[in-house]
C-alpha cells in the first residue's frame, strides 16, 4: 500500500490507507454520499480483468458538493497478491484512488471518506501546509505560492509537456 509522502520531514494530516479494505471503504462510502463511481462495483469491489496475470481496470467518476464537480479515478492494477478461497482477487499490488477538484487541480484523499470540502483545496501537496490559497504546478499538481516558486523550475523545464 502506499506510504506518506514525507517531504522535508513534514508528513501531511491527511489518513492514508493501510489496507485493500480502506480503498473499499472509500469507494463505498463516496456513493453513498451521491457519487458515481463510472461502474464501480460495491458488491464485487475489485473485479478486473485477470485473464494475462496481471489485471489493470480503471473506473472513473464523479462527486458533487456544494463546491462543485470532483472528477474521481480508480485504478486496480498490477500482480494479484492475494485471493480468497474460491480464487477472486482480494489484494493487488496496485490499488490508487485520485481526485481532482472542480479547479482541475488533484486533491490529496483522506481516509477515511469525508466528503470533499476546501480542505482538499487549500492543501499544498508539497509542503502539505494547510488552509493556504494554492495555485498550479505542472500539469495538475496543487501547490502553495511559496512551493510554486521553489519548484517550478524543476517541473515545468522548457518541453515538459511532451
Same mark, same amino acid.
Not at 514525507?6 to 508528513?11: A, L, M, P, T
Not at 485471493?83 to 488533484?106: C, F, N, Q
Not at 480542505?119 to 488552509?131: P, S
Given at each position: 500500500m502506499p506510504q506518506p509522502l *514525507?517531504?522535508? +520531514?513534514? !508528513?501531511p494530516s491527511f489518513n492514508y490507507p493501510k489496507s485493500t479494505e480502506d480503498y473499499i471503504k472509500w469507494c463505498k462510502a463516496a456513493i453513498l454520499d451521491g457519487g458515481n463511481l463510472g461502474g464501480w462495483d460495491p458488491e464485487n469491489p475489485l473485479a478486473a480483468d485477470t485473464k494475462y496475470g496481471? $489485471? !489493470?481496470n480503471v473506473f472513473d467518476g464523479v462527486l458533487t458538493t456544494e463546491l462543485g464537480q470532483w472528477a474521481v479515478l480508480i485504478?486496480?492494477? +498490477? *500482480? /494479484?497478491t492475494q =485471493?480468497?478461497?474460491? +480464487?477472486?482477487?482480494? $489484494?493487488?499490488?496496485?490499488? &490508487? &484512488?485520485?481526485?481532482? +477538484?472542480?479547479?482541475?487541480?488533484? #486533491?490529496?484523499i483522506r481516509y477515511p471518506y469525508q466528503r470533499p470540502s476546501q !480542505?482538499?483545496? =487549500?492543501? #499544498?501537496?508539497? #509542503?502539505?501546509? *494547510?488552509?493556504v490559497p494554492t /495555485?498550479?504546478?505542472s500539469f495538475a499538481g496543487r501547490a502553495c505560492v511559496g512551493c510554486r516558486k521553489k519548484l517550478v523550475a524543476e517541473y515545468e523545464y522548457p518541453g515538459w509537456t511532451k
Open positions: *514525507e517531504r522535508d +520531514g513534514k !508528513v496481471s $489485471s !489493470v485504478y486496480l492494477g +498490477g *500482480e /494479484v =485471493r480468497d478461497e474460491t +480464487g477472486i482477487p482480494t $489484494s493487488y499490488s496496485r490499488l &490508487v &484512488v485520485s481526485m481532482w +477538484g472542480p479547479d482541475k487541480l488533484a #486533491c490529496l !480542505v482538499e483545496l =487549500r492543501t #499544498c501537496h508539497y #509542503c502539505y501546509k *494547510e488552509n /495555485v498550479q504546478l
